[in-house]
């Protein structure tokens, strides 16, 4: 079965700094990485995935991952943290073939300071 | 386009009652899951169906999960009885087809068993 874990339950920056959080998978094939954003009392929106072209995927409200096999991870980065940022985040895998579902991570709460 | 739409959005019930969740997809996504979200974990997929049939609901405990999606539109999620562990966010996504598509988010339904 293949599952990510997220390092971090909490990660808190200062509005202007490097958001950095971090996904590592276990995945016995080339996998399917998406990254999520919650919203407090909304549903999860797509940040960006990862399809086995590029290894770096640009998405949504700056932010980007990096596929790299050799680490197994797919970290999210976004240069300039702005408050809106604030959040929870989820790195998600896509798992099975001929039916496919998500598997997601315990997710990072992003706190942003003034 | 209208998004997933869910409802009702909070419920509290006592321990073994009963409870019903409401969703109805993007117009013309074939394919419907439901969420569970306990509070500190990444969703857990529930069932996930392709038109009106169930592709997955490993995840479903059957003996008191029960859920139907009739003409393969809207669909509805039951608990009977509830149990205290039940509590949760219970969402609702949508795609296209099974295959590699965004899943578009339901707000969810914040379930509270006492």
């Known amino acids: 079965a293949q599952s990510v874990t997220q390092l971090g339950s909490h990660v808190s920056v200062s509005e202007g700094a490097l958001v950095l959080l971090r996904c590592n998978y276990s995945?016995?094939?080339?996998?399917?990485l998406f990254w999520y954003v919650q919203y407090p009392n909304q549903g999860l929106q797509l940040l960006l995935k990862?399809?086995?072209?590029?290894?770096l995927v640009k998405g949504i409200n700056g932010f980007e991952a990096e596929f790299k096999k050799s680490e197994t991870s797919f970290h999210l980065t976004k240069p300039s943290a702005h408050m809106s940022d604030a959040a929870e985040y989820f790195c998600a895998v896509k798992e099975g073939t001929g039916f496919q579902k998500l598997v997601f991570g315990t997710g990072t709460r992003l706190l942003v300071s003034p | 386009e209208a998004g997933v739409a869910q409802s009702p959005r909070y419920k509290i019930i006592e321990k073994r009652q009963s409870v019903a969740f409401w969703c109805n997809p993007i117009?013309?996504?074939?394919?419907l899951y439901w969420y569970q979200q306990i509070l500190g974990q990444g969703p857990k997929l529930l069932i996930q169906?392709?038109?009106?049939?169930?592709?997955?609901d490993s995840q479903l405990p059957k003996d008191r999960f029960s859920a139907e999606r009739l003409k393969g539109v809207d669909s509805t999620l039951k608990i009977q009885p509830a149990k205290l562990e039940d509590s949760a966010v219970y969402l609702c996504a949508s795609s296209l087809e099974q295959g590699f598509y965004e899943q578009y988010f339901g707000p969810g339904t914040r379930l509270t068993v006492t």
């Open positions: 117009s013309g996504h074939a394919t």
């Open positions: 169906f392709q038109n009106n049939g169930v592709v997955d």
């Open positions: 990862y399809t086995s072209a590029a290894t």
């Open positions: 995945s016995s094939v080339p996998p399917y």
